[in-house]
């Protein structure tokens, strides 16, 4: 079965680090190109960052030089290292696969990992 | 990075046709033709219902189809169901290598 399952999310205080993992099952992650977007309590879908196939990444505006995205290929997996975390960051973050082939289109996405950033 | 422009609700009765738009610039939506629309329900993960502006993924209804004029892109949904009460989002390229959802527009069925 293709999935995404993330984890890693919690609470953390502001100025705090946190790594959010994203595992795939039923393809490869090197063979596709993966994106984390957040969407912050009754808001709406926010980009946040991308690895493409060939390793290169991207990031929206407001968690670059923060947020660091990667993967490890041995784990199928995806990381999203978030750092200098502020309150605005707070959101439910998911991973998605982007359909093979097809720019900005995601068909498989996880369940979301919730991430709070409170004092 | 500023959100693409999308009403914030439409409604529409069962059996009717409701058309949700999604206004962006000539860097994204009028520059790309990889314009997606997703579905929300409460609770649960984004659904990819539309892609490359008009296609649809296997499994998704035929009531579901999408257009693009200039800067604007546009999601119809026909025959309206309750089922279809939902959350939409719709999605632009803004780059090769970044991308942009619209702030999302809730749809009630009557």
């Known amino acids: 079965e293709v999935q995404l399952v993330e984890s890693g999310g919690g609470l953390i205080q502001p100025g705090g680090s946190l790594r959010l993992s994203c595992a795939a099952s039923g393809f490869t992650v090197i063979r596709n190109f993966m994106t984390w977007v957040r969407q912050a309590p009754g808001k709406g879908l926010e980009w946040v960052s991308a690895i493409h196939r060939g390793g290169s990444t991207s990031y929206a505006d407001s968690v670059k030089g923060r947020f660091t995205i990667s993967r490890d290929n041995s784990k199928n997996t995806v990381y999203l290292q978030m750092n200098r975390l502020r309150a605005e960051d707070t959101a439910l973050y998911y991973c998605?696969?982007?359909?093979?082939?097809?720019?900005?289109?995601?068909?498989?996405w996880g369940q979301g990992t919730m991430v709070t950033v409170s004092s | 990075q500023s959100a693409l422009t999308q009403p914030a609700s439409v409604s529409g009765s069962p059996g009717q046709s409701i058309t949700i738009s999604c206004t962006g610039t000539s860097s994204d939506v009028g520059g790309y033709d990889y314009v997606s629309w997703y579905q929300q329900h409460p609770g649960k993960a984004p659904k990819l219902m539309i892609y490359d502006v008009s296609n649809r993924p296997s499994g998704v209804s035929n009531r579901f189809s999408g257009s693009k004029s200039g800067n604007t892109a546009s999601l119809t949904i026909s025959g309206l169901l309750a089922e279809d009460e939902a959350d939409y989002f719709c999605s632009s390229s803004r780059s090769s290598i970044t991308l942009v959802f619209g702030g999302g527009t809730k749809l009630t069925v009557l």
């Open positions: 998605a696969r982007e359909l093979p082939g097809h720019h900005n289109a995601f068909d498989i």
